[in-house]
């Protein structure tokens, strides 16, 4: 069973930078592609960024393309979300999850495991 923890979260101001990370407890060869998302309150859970675990391909959602950047280490079995020009909008509890689907995932049900999330606040 792999156990996905994220860390990272906090309070910051609009414009500001911060960096959540998701480390792994087991395997994650077993991962095609791993994830973040995001919900608000109030609001539906959001795709924000995936990467694919072998190859480092990434793909975005509009909302954080050129602000979020998504990378991993395979070495540390670690993914990261390097965000910037935080935006209020942006406030939300982040979670990292893992797909063993083949192809890009972009809705949570592609996703098999997921971690407990992180608070991140943007302050205005």
């Known amino acids: 069973q792999v156990q996905l923890v994220e860390s990272g979260g906090g309070l910051v101001q609009a414009g500001d930078s911060l960096r959540l990370s998701c480390v792994s407890s087991?395997?994650?060869?077993?991962?095609?592609?791993m994830g973040w998302f995001r919900q608000a309150p109030g609001k539906e859970r959001e795709f924000v960024a995936t990467?694919?675990?072998?190859?480092?391909?990434?793909y975005y959602a509009d909302s954080v393309k050129g602000r979020f950047t998504i990378y991993r280490s395979k070495v540390e079995n670690t993914v990261y979300l390097q965000m910037g020009s935080l935006k209020p909008e942006d406030t939300a509890v982040y979670y990292c999850?893992?797909?063993?689907?083949?192809?890009?995932?972009?809705?949570?049900?592609?996703?098999?495991?997921w971690g407990q999330g992180t608070q991140v606040t943007v302050s205005s």
């Open positions: 087991g395997s994650t060869y077993d991962y095609y592609f």
């Open positions: 999850a893992g797909s063993r689907v083949v192809y890009t995932p972009r809705v949570g049900s592609d996703y098999a495991d």
């Open positions: 990467i694919r675990w072998s190859g480092g391909s990434t």
